[in-house]
């Protein structure tokens, strides 16, 4: 009988040896049929379904690496490619022929999951925080209106309303933040993105023919970088590897902030400059010093040291860094009347002030006569009576949709509605970052996060950055991540006497009479 049993334990323990060799000849042989199947696809340029696996693929590598969600690891992804692919990745579209960009896939994908998840645990997938209201007000009285817009202006009222939409990663950030390796990894991207973003965008400068060339994907070049939204996320991931590294790394963190920093003044954008003058004074007003102390002292270091150099002989090139430096300063201010620019660029500079102000203006005239509450809508042309008013030569020409304010746009679509809810969410943004910076407690990655979205919307309040998602899916992303990292502006209830000696009694503690 031991006999028996014996040679039947062997025998089941070959069978199942056998069983599991068979199973990995299948699983392989299976693999190896469908890499051919899509490298023939590839190669008759069907490059859908190839794309897709890859896809999958990297997605469940760094899961098993991660162990962090697929759609954490998305919004994560879609950081990287729109802080460093900018516009090139933005137009990129995973299935031919179907208006579906990369951040529309993540919102449906994440969103998608999330009501899932919230429906299990019945839960609400935001808090009650000023914040968070303010911005379910901006999203209802947004879809409330292109509801009514898109049966008049059709495509273009979605496109427009793109603006709004792109709120909903807030939500997403705010959900995923408040995991800590999520919100490690979400940190880790940005402070990536932004770090490789700066020799790219040097080469993208040398050579933008490479680009559009060799790293294009049917004919879309996957890195074509807007210069102003390039210097806005350099200014903004200076403030968050600044504050988001951890105090043994600061030997090299703060270093390549201080040079990221450098890097704004120095390129053609004013808005990030601004921008990045605002993030300083929340910084100051917080009594945290670090950040405004180290770059006011790389920034005096450089420039004495460019003067020494200008004056020490025939430098040209010290020479126009200075004039182009302080044109560009000039320049901000220059509103009513020409000055006198060495740059020409420069005097460009000063006509494109005077150029949009007409535009914001026409605009804010626009809306007062025909819907001064509810706006013109998501769809409407807001630039038709600024290029008649302006320059009818332009006619055809002159392409641009948005008036370059995020401010000036909401008036123009929302009228007195749309503005009251973007200033009720510039309150919350407000009273939610002093919050954090007056509180000790704060993690410093908080701190960071909230100060690389007050330079985003700085930016934005000057060009077009929330209206696409190259600026809008970070600057949401970066604001939901910071509010879910800042603790509650209304502290604990405290439970009635009755609750108390409830719980007491439960408890089976003394009961006080």
Known sequence: MRAQTRVAGNFDFEWSEVNLSVRRWLVAIGTASLAIWLAWLAAERAYTLPALAGAIAF???????????????????????????????????????????????????????????????????????????????WLVLGTARVVVDVRRYGFFAIRDYATIYYAFFFFLAQHYAADRRARLYLT???????????????????????????????????????????????????????????????????PLATILVLAVPAGESRASLVGLVVAMVWLALGRRWSFPAVQAGAAAFVLLGLVAIAHSGNVPWATNRLDGLRDRLVSIGDISSPVAYDDEASAYKGDNNRFRLVWWWTVVQDTWAQGPVFGLGFGYDLASRFVQEYDPDMGEDFTARSPHSIVVGTIGRMGAVGLASLLAIVGAMAARTWRALRDRTTDPAAVGLWCGAWVIFTSACFGVVLEGPMGAVVFWSLLGMANAMTAPAVPAEVPSDKEQVSRETEAGGAVAP
């Open 59 to 137: 997605a469940a590598i760094l899961v098993r690496l991660t162990r962090l969600p697929a759609d954490v690891i998305l919004l994560g992804l879609l950081l990287v490619g729109y802080i460093v692919g900018n516009r090139g990745f933005a137009q990129l579209m995973p299935l031919p022929g179907l208006p579906l960009f990369p951040a529309e896939l993540g919102l449906a994908v994440g969103l998608g999951w999330l009501v899932i998840q919230t429906a299990l645990r019945r839960s609400l997938p935001w808090r009650r925080d000023s914040l968070n209201w303010a911005l379910l007000l």
């Open 188 to 254: 880790g991207c940005v402070g990536i993105a932004v770090t490789v973003l700066l020799p790219v965008f040097y080469l993208y400068t040398i050579n933008p023919l490479f680009f559009y060339t060799w790293l294009s994907v049917r004919q879309i070049p996957l890195i074509a970088i807007k210069g102003d939204l390039a210097y806005t996320s350099l200014a903004a991931g200076a403030v968050i590897v600044f504050h988001a590294v951890p105090r043994g790394y600061r030997v090299w963190a703060w």
